[in-house]
């Protein structure tokens, strides 16, 4: 995993934290765990969908160091509060920002595979937009370290299988352990495809050296959106119900082809047949970009990523003004190849594949649109591709101190 200077310094405050906060870093591991981001087949996830993902370089990143006793000391770089707790008592209240990491460990500690406690720093460059990418980094970053520092026997398949469930008993059918597998497999300078259905995964080429990400946040914050994905789950589900009363060994939304779909349009109310028309055609989507990115066919891949957005809009009715209009009028602009909203965030926001050359004079005019059509500031960030996660060794620890 390359770290540009920022990086660097983010892993610079985390050891300068530690060491004033705990001591010294030396017996601590270090752990980064990219953000990973959807770009085609999101909400086909629990349809045993196929899905086309990335990890970007904005991180979460864990220096932790065992203990002798079962007391946890966690603190967030930057700050100084410090939340602790027993390894014995996980229950109780709990800062939202630790909730997913206690989980992890009521995991480890029902298996029996941790019985000390440990100090801790926690420091994240992860936009809050990225919603479940984020989520991923966070409990994925957290466990791998855990996994060094108690040299836990434990597979990298478990590993992924315990921030399942972590996450499953938190958020319900909305996670995507599509995310889980790119951050926990993602390749430098790649896109990862995840097939959910056999869990079969592998990275996928890209010119990397002339696309740059750019995301821009809104600020908006989307009113209880794990409700609004909750229903589009719950209508997928009575889609599956209907159509299997129409033909046997129908599985999953995955197993409907269109040309049957439209045999049967006049049995299915409008709601449904939109939500199965999307999850049809996003599958045709990603199988075509799959095609499209063998050939290197940037462009023919960017107008999928697109054409997702406004499926969308249209079939899937996530809907937002803002999205909307980033997405409109990023089409227009030269040097963007694709433009779609970021699906499960809680905030209003989009991702736009750049050429890396156009990225200033992209990020300069979507800004004035943007402000000059909703008077607000928008928030643009610029992201690389990386790696998935990857523990920082002790040598570069010790350059970091230099």
Same mark, same amino acid.
């Not at 002798?68 to 707790?85: L, P, V």
């Not at 129409?246 to 449904?272: A, T």
């Not at 009028?329 to 050359?357: A, M, W, Y």
């Given at each position: 995993?390359?770290?540009?200077?920022?990086?660097?310094?983010?892993? !610079?405050?985390?050891?300068?934290?530690?060491?004033?906060?705990?001591?010294?870093?030396?017996?601590?591991?270090?752990?980064?765990?990219?953000?990973?981001?959807?770009?085609?087949?999101?909400?086909?996830?629990?349809?045993?969908?196929?899905?086309?993902?990335?990890?970007?370089?904005?991180?979460?990143?864990?220096?932790?160091?065992?203990?002798? /006793?079962?007391?946890?000391?966690?603190?967030?770089?930057?700050?100084?509060?410090?939340?602790?707790?027993?390894?014995?008592?996980?229950?109780? *209240?709990?800062?939202?920002?630790?909730?997913?990491?206690?989980?992890?460990?009521?995991?480890?500690?029902?298996?029996?595979?941790?019985?000390?406690?440990?100090?801790?720093?926690?420091?994240?460059?992860?936009?809050?937009?990225?919603?479940?990418?984020?989520?991923?980094?966070?409990?994925?970053?957290?466990?791998?370290?855990?996994?060094?520092?108690?040299? !836990?026997?434990? *597979?990298?398949?478990?590993?992924?299988?315990?921030?399942?469930?972590?996450?499953?008993?938190?958020?319900?059918?909305?996670?995507?352990?599509?995310?889980?597998?790119?951050?926990?497999?993602?390749?430098?300078?790649?896109?990862?495809?995840?097939?959910?259905?056999?869990?079969?995964?592998?990275?996928?080429?890209?010119?990397?050296?002339?696309?740059?990400?750019?995301?821009?946040?809104?600020?908006?914050?989307?009113?209880?959106?794990?409700?609004?994905?909750?229903?589009?789950?719950?209508?997928?589900?009575?889609?599956?119900?209907?159509?299997?009363?129409?033909?046997?060994?129908?599985?999953?939304?995955?197993?409907?082809?269109?040309?049957?779909?439209?045999?049967? !349009?006049?049995?299915?109310?409008?709601?449904?047949?939109?939500?199965?028309?999307?999850?049809?055609?996003?599958?045709?989507?990603?199988?075509?970009?799959?095609?499209?990115?063998?050939?290197?066919?940037? /462009?023919?891949?960017?107008?999928?990523?697109?054409?997702?957005?406004?499926?969308?809009?249209?079939?899937?009715?996530?809907?937002?003004?803002?999205?909307?209009?980033?997405?409109?009028?990023?089409?227009?602009?030269?040097?963007?190849?694709?433009?779609?909203?970021?699906?499960?965030?809680?905030?209003?926001?989009?991702?736009?594949?750049?050429?890396? /050359?156009?990225?200033?004079?992209?990020?300069?005019?979507?800004?004035?649109?943007?402000?000059?059509?909703?008077?607000?500031?928008?928030?643009?960030?610029?992201?690389?591709?990386?790696?998935?996660?990857?523990?920082?060794?002790?040598?570069?620890?010790?350059?970091?101190?230099?």
């Amino acid at each position: 995993m390359e770290t540009g200077n920022g990086t660097h310094q983010q892993i !610079l405050q985390v050891i300068q934290h530690f060491d004033n906060v705990f001591g010294d870093p030396s017996a601590a591991v270090l752990n980064i765990s990219p953000a990973s981001l959807m770009l085609l087949g999101d909400h086909t996830h629990y349809n045993e969908g196929i899905l086309i993902s990335a990890c970007i370089d904005k991180y979460w990143i864990f220096l932790i160091r065992k203990r002798k /006793d079962d007391e946890i000391y966690i603190t967030s770089a930057g700050t100084n509060e410090i939340e602790n707790f027993s390894l014995k008592n996980l229950d109780g *209240d709990n800062k939202d920002s630790f909730k997913l990491l206690k989980g992890i460990l009521k995991h480890l500690r029902e298996f029996g595979l941790i019985k000390s406690g440990f100090d801790c720093v926690v420091s994240s460059t992860v936009p809050e937009c990225l919603g479940l990418g984020s989520y991923a980094a966070h409990q994925i970053g957290f466990l791998n370290a855990l996994k060094k520092i108690y040299n !836990l026997s434990i *597979d990298e398949e478990r590993l992924l299988n315990i921030v399942r469930k972590n996450e499953f008993g938190e958020i319900g059918k909305i996670s995507n352990v599509a995310h889980h597998y790119t951050v926990q497999y993602g390749k430098e300078k790649k896109l990862f495809f995840t097939d959910l259905r056999t869990y079969a995964h592998k990275s996928l080429p890209l010119r990397d050296d002339k696309y740059s990400i750019v995301i821009c946040d809104t600020s908006e914050k989307i009113v209880d959106p794990q409700k609004i994905c909750n229903e589009r789950i719950e209508e997928c589900e009575i889609g599956v119900k209907g159509l299997r009363l129409y033909i046997w060994g129908i599985k999953s939304l995955r197993d409907v082809e269109m040309e049957f779909l439209h045999k049967h !349009l006049h049995m299915l109310p409008r709601r449904i047949f939109s939500r199965i028309l999307y999850n049809v055609k996003e599958k045709k989507r990603t199988e075509e970009a799959l095609r499209g990115l063998k050939r290197k066919t940037m /462009d023919e891949f960017g107008k999928l990523v697109t054409q997702s957005h406004w499926s969308l809009v249209e079939d899937y009715d996530l809907s937002f003004e803002e999205n909307n209009f980033l997405v409109k009028e990023s089409s227009k602009i030269n040097g963007v190849i694709s433009s779609k909203t970021i699906s499960c965030s809680p905030i209003r926001s989009t991702f736009h594949l750049v050429q890396s /050359d156009k990225v200033e004079e992209y990020t300069n005019t979507i800004k004035k649109l943007y402000e000059n059509k909703f008077h607000s500031q928008l928030k643009t960030y610029v992201v690389k591709l990386t790696g998935g996660v990857k523990k920082i060794s002790h040598k570069e620890i010790e350059f970091s101190l230099q």
